[in-house]
């Protein structure tokens, strides 16, 4: 299902046929809360639903990305690199997008006419899904659309979301609630509100969770003083709560203004004063990732990046995906379609994967062909490593040989067995590979007495350039990290977009492309143990930790690698 994104307008095309009437008994809207910024908190239902919707009206510009995300959509500049994130002209596989939160000329709708637009959508019979900062029935729109629908006779349902009065906190390491402190309080201080709010009722000592805040904080803090809280009650104001980009900061009443204009807390924030502020010294968990806010640039093919962007989330990294390498099919498919009949004949007495790519292309050529694993029957398969055998597994079949040691070609012919001429019926391996794939497994196969139809499978060239800010960020030293998993990803970001900064710091996944780093000028800081992105990751926030524990013993402040430009590079290598 291919659609348009529309404006707040929306629009009547891809309607169900039939009377308004029709349309109206068919319609649906599942008000859904988004939670408070992590697309991680969202429910399940919530996931479900979006999946199965037609149309999805978001209330802030993030959602779109969210929504994109989470269904694996492209963007409007990926479908078109000419367009821009916001175009309404380019068609993009999945739901339509309609803006529910801002009108056209870019101001937040009022309560009534976001109804208006739901409904709207609603009344054209199709699954609706209403996206909620937050929970929807909390601090939000929900109960005046729903109402709408109501009216309209129009179908709907309630799906909770995880709510940023209790979630920001929790992010922060602040429990609202102890075995000490029962009572919370939440106050909205929106349009001026502090100034109307009695804040004598709130000097008992209960927690306070305070929303929209963060310009009154000053006559709010005199306010309680006044009534009786002490000026030394903890405070902590937390921006951007549950993202990457969270920032803390705790003070006391007396000085909570003056420390958030230090600080540049700008909204939204979430204020909370009382004693469970002193917590955060101990339960900070989200901020004190060795990797949190760091930007790390992933350059890999664009099919691949997604496991290691994962991974470098979670442990409080910002991964930003460039690809540098891009997979083709062979400019020559005769020799790949000669090895694939010769595997259906039954000519191989092994297929040996070197790469997730390799198992990729073949697949693509059985389904080509119109087989399937069924064909393998009879034939051993040999995977590189564990990743490989994981892709070989997803297509149903089992990988008979995965090296024992090291996961490489060199530690696939160590336990590769010997040609036997009266074991083995057949003395010939299929290898599919990439154009740039080494000798090393060919030559270590000949010399064990087999015979090799070495086939290019798929090419591996260079990427186009990224985006001008991104090749000024690399060069500028904007980038915390860089991550190659490749010789062919140095040397291909080096070419597109030019050396990384001498602070940014370097990890890589093996000897072999920390060698080809070197010879590009670059020093190597982190070296995985083992050829594995998860191991590559685990190096990279071993570093970030042990780079945070030096600055706190030091009496420093915990800072990024951009925010520090060294004078000079180290030359030591951190291994997991």
């Known amino acids: 299902m291919t659609r348009a994104k529309t404006t707040t307008s929306g629009s009547t095309s891809g309607a169900p046929a039939g009377t308004a009437a029709d349309r109206i008994a068919r319609a649906w809207v599942s008000f859904v809360g988004s939670g408070p910024g992590d697309p991680d908190l969202l429910t399940v239902r919530a996931v479900d639903l979006l999946r199965q919707a037609d149309v999805v009206v978001t209330e802030v510009p993030e959602h779109a990305a969210l929504v994109r995300t989470l269904l694996g959509l492209p963007t409007p500049a990926e479908v078109d690199p000419e367009a821009d994130e916001t175009a309404d002209a380019v068609e993009v596989e999945g739901p339509e997008l309609v803006d529910g939160g801002f ?19 609603a009344k054209r019979g199709l699954r609706v899904v209403r996206l909620l900062a937050g929970d929807p029935f909390l601090y939000a729109s929900g109960p005046e659309e729903a109402q709408a629908c109501a009216k309209a006779g129009i179908g709907f349902e309630i799906v ?48 306070l969770v305070l929303l929209s805040a963060v310009g009154q904080i000053g006559e709010i803090a005199r306010a309680l003083v006044d009534a009786g809280r002490s000026a030394e009650t903890p405070v902590a104001m937390t921006r951007l709560g549950t993202t990457t980009e969270q920032q803390t900061v705790t003070s006391t009443l007396t000085h909570i203004a003056a420390d958030a204009r230090a600080a540049r807390i700008t909204p939204p924030a979430i204020t909370v004063i ?13 901020e004190t990732k060795p990797l949190f806010g760091w930007r790390v640039l992933v350059p890999r093919t664009k099919d691949q990046a997604a496991s290691l962007s994962l991974g470098l989330r979670g442990f409080g990294a ?15 498919p005769l020799q790949m379609d000669k090895a694939v009949r010769g595997l259906v004949e039954g000519r191989y007495e092994w297929i040996a994967f070197t790469s997730v790519n390799a198992v990729k292309a073949v697949r693509e050529k059985f389904e080509e062909y119109g087989l399937d694993a069924r064909a393998f029957s009879g034939l051993k398969i040999a995977a590189v490593g564990d990743k490989t055998a994981a892709a070989i ?16 070609a060199a530690g696939l012919l160590e336990d590769w067995p010997e040609y036997d001429e009266v074991l ?22 000949v010399e064990l007495g087999w015979e090799c139809d070495d086939v290019t499978a798929y090419r591996t060239v260079r990427a186009t350039p990224p985006p001008a800010p991104v090749r000024d960020a690399i060069k500028s030293g ?23 900064h001498p602070s940014t710091i370097i990890a890589v ?19 995985a143990s083992a050829p594995d992105v998860d191991v590559l990751v685990e190096a990279l926030a071993d570093f970030g930790a042990s780079r945070r524990s030096s600055l706190l013993e030091a009496g420093e402040p915990v800072t990024k690698p951009s925010d520090r430009k060294p004078p000079a590079r180290r030359s030591s290598r951190a291994k997991a």
Not at 104 to 119: F, I, M, N, W, Y
Not at 393 to 408: F, I, M, T, Y
Request: glycine letters at 8%; charged letters at 20%; a negative charge.
């Open 478 to 500: 904007r980038f915390d990290a860089v991550v190659f998993t490749s010789s062919s990803t140095v040397r291909n970001l080096v070419g597109i977009a030019g050396k990384p």
């Open 274 to 286: 009382g004693d469970v502020v002193d917590l955060r010294s101990t339960l900070s968990w989200f």
């Open 160 to 207: 909770p979301g995880v709510s940023s009065v209790g979630a920001v906190p929790a992010y922060a390491g602040i429990p609202l609630t102890t075995k000490d402190h029962r009572e919370v309080a939440v106050v909205t201080c929106g349009d001026n509100a502090a100034s109307r709010v009695d804040w004598s009722q709130y000097a008992d000592g209960r927690t």
């Open 318 to 332: 910002v991964p930003e995906e460039v690809p540098t390498i891009s997979v083709e099919p062979p400019r020559n």
């Open 393 to 408: 597994a997803a297509w149903g079949l089992r990988a008979d040989l995965v090296p024992s040691g090291e996961q490489s």
């Open 509 to 527: 996944i093996g000897p072999a492309t920390a060698k080809t780093a070197e010879e590009h000028g670059l020093r190597v800081d982190v070296l």
């Open 103 to 121: 009108g056209e000329d870019g101001q937040p709708l009022t309560h009534a006419a976001r109804s208006k637009v739901v409904v709207k959508q």
């Open 424 to 445: 083995d019926p057949i003395n010939r391996v299929f290898l599919p590979r990439a154009d740039i794939a080494t000798e090393t497994l060919v030559a270590g196969l």
